[in-house]
């Protein structure tokens, strides 16, 4: 990955977090919290994939779908506040990350296991 693509991608991971921050209860309300977990960046600096954790809401999708809705407000302004670093904003597709809902059901299950597994010693006994 270039050096110019990673400076991009962490500039626009920043900025969006600022203005998801500052905005965010216009778009999706007060009680979600939403984080920037990453940023990917293609090679030609046109697209960028920006990955979300989204907290305190029942309905993820609908959070996603909201921002989706308000994509040209955030687009602008990011504008404002990268203009100087890039000729132009990419266009921004924003994923659920699920990833901290996964490690969460792994931990519960490793921990039914070891529910288990002291039962199961505790009648041997």
Known sequence: MSFRKLQIAELLRRNISIVL?????????????????????????????????????????AVLLELEAAIHEVKKNLYNRIRKHVRRV???????????????KVDEMMRKLREDNQMGSDEEE
């Not at 090679?43 to 907290?55: E, G, M, N, R, W």
């Open 21 to 61: 921050q500052a905005d965010g209860h216009y778009i999706y309300g007060p009680e979600a919290m939403v984080t920037v977990t990453s940023v990917n960046v293609t090679p030609d600096l046109a697209l960028a994939k920006v990955y979300l954790s989204i907290f305190n809401s029942e309905n993820k999708q």
């Open 90 to 104: 990419p266009d921004i597709v924003f994923y659920l990350d699920d990833t901290l809902d996964e490690i969460h």
